[in-house]
């Protein structure tokens, strides 16, 4: 646990059982770190019940932000953030200064779409990737897009390698980041027509300094990690492979010691620090998002990626003419 004070705006309405779950992860969170401030944002009534339960001295490391409505699960990401709801203030109270990062386990879209709205874009990147580290046997694998980009064109997937490149050798150190394509095969020309133009587009796009390229990875490179430490598909093949590893582990017994699949994600594209937790998110994996966020916050994990690649100007780099994204 890094030291420092660090300020969690957290979203008590997002996910299948809030407030329940969320208030239950909030307060292991909050007692597992005696630097953690949380900003909780929801219904009164609900905040209080958390606040009861602490002690007199514990009470001035929490605030209240009162919101009743929550952000429909199934309704449009557009019309949503344009309402008084949850995510919404939890995003505003990060952009005001009030607090230093977000954790939702909300709705995917809502929470991305007002995340790009309330802190904008990096320059060069039109769709954000939420960003999840798998434990695997080699290694921690960074996987991308794991639900924020439902339908990426080969454009899309060259930024996200960069992206995933970048976020490797920030947060976990990698000085030579090996980015891999998801796909059915690692021959040349395996996969559906997405993954056969986005292979030549990876191989065009430039990456961060010492990153390289090693083309198509399948599904069990992700557990082994031996051939890669970036893996990049789209957030609806990542949803489902990441959920489907959940299932197997289950199925197992449980995940290995070494920790399972993680039930909250990075958003890697946007200038503020977001973590989005799995909607069947369980309090203890609400209490990992929140500790993420804050390890995202005290060790400047955005801005030193943002950094990175503005450095290397690589984000801004086309990734070849007539690439659709």
Same mark, same amino acid.
């Given at each position: 646990?890094?030291?420092? @004070?660090v300020?969690? $705006?957290v979203?008590l309405?997002g996910?299948?059982? !809030?407030? &329940? /779950? #969320?208030?239950?992860g *909030?307060?292991?969170?909050?007692r597992?770190d005696?630097?953690?401030h949380l900003?909780?944002?929801g219904?009164a009534?609900?905040?209080?019940?958390?606040?009861?339960?602490?002690?007199?001295?514990?009470?001035s490391?929490v605030?209240v932000?009162?919101?009743?409505?929550v952000?429909?699960?199934?309704g449009d990401p557009?019309?949503?953030?344009?309402?008084?709801? @949850?995510?919404?203030? $939890?995003?505003s109270a990060?952009?005001?200064?009030? !607090?230093? &990062? /977000? #954790?939702?386990?909300? *709705?995917t879209g809502?929470t991305?779409t007002?995340?790009?709205?309330?802190?904008?874009r990096?320059?060069g990147?039109?769709?954000?990737?939420?960003?999840?580290?798998?434990?695997?046997?080699d290694?921690?694998?960074v996987?991308?897009?794991?639900?924020g980009?439902?339908e990426a064109?080969?454009?899309?997937?060259?930024?996200?390698?960069?992206?995933?490149a970048?976020?490797?050798?920030?947060t976990?150190?990698v000085?030579q980041?090996r980015?891999?394509?998801?796909s059915?095969?690692?021959?040349?020309?395996k996969?559906?027509?997405?993954?056969r133009?986005?292979?030549?587009?990876?191989?065009?796009?430039?990456l961060?300094p010492g990153?390289?390229?090693?083309?198509?990875v399948?599904?069990?490179d992700?557990a082994?990690?031996?051939?890669a430490?970036?893996?990049?598909t789209?957030?609806?093949?990542?949803?489902?492979?990441?959920?489907?590893?959940?299932?197997?582990?289950?199925?197992?017994?449980?995940?290995?010691?070494?920790?399972g699949?993680?039930r909250?994600?990075?958003?890697?594209?946007?200038?503020?620090?977001?973590?989005?937790?799995?909607g069947?998110a369980?309090?203890?994996?609400?209490a990992?998002?929140?500790?993420?966020?804050a390890?995202l916050h005290?060790?400047h994990?955005?801005p030193a990626?943002?950094a990175?690649l503005?450095?290397?100007?690589?984000v801004?780099?086309?990734?070849?003419?007539?690439v659709?994204?």
């Open positions: 646990m890094e030291p420092g @004070t300020r969690i $705006a979203d309405l996910g299948d059982e !809030a407030p &329940a /779950v #969320v208030v239950d *909030a307060l292991r969170a909050f597992a005696p630097d953690l900003l909780l944002v219904p009534e609900v905040a209080d019940g958390l606040i009861a339960v602490l002690r007199p001295a514990e009470r490391r605030a932000r009162a919101v009743r409505d952000a429909a699960m199934n557009a019309a949503t953030v344009r309402s008084d709801n @949850t995510i919404q203030a $939890a995003v990060v952009a005001e200064g009030a !607090a230093d &990062a /977000v #954790v939702s386990a909300g *709705a809502a991305v007002a995340a790009v709205l309330g802190f904008g990096w320059p990147v039109r769709r954000p990737a939420l960003v999840a580290t798998l434990p695997a046997l290694g921690p694998v996987l991308l897009d794991v639900g980009s439902l064109g080969p454009g899309t997937l060259a930024r996200h390698a960069v992206l995933g970048a976020y490797a050798a920030v976990h150190r000085p980041p980015v891999g394509l998801l059915i095969g690692t021959e040349p020309g996969g559906d027509r997405i993954r133009a986005a292979d030549p587009a990876l191989a065009a796009q430039d961060p990153a390289r390229y090693v083309g198509l399948e599904g069990y992700v082994f990690g031996n051939r430490d970036v893996v990049v789209d957030g609806f093949t990542g949803n489902v492979l990441l959920k489907g590893i959940e299932g197997a582990y289950a199925m197992a017994g449980g995940p290995p010691a070494s920790g699949p993680p909250a994600a990075t958003l890697l594209g946007v200038s503020g620090a977001v973590v989005v937790c799995h069947a369980r309090g203890e994996d609400v990992s998002g929140i500790a993420l966020a390890h005290r060790r994990t955005i990626v943002s990175l503005v450095g290397s100007a690589v801004g780099r086309a990734t070849g003419t007539g659709p994204a």
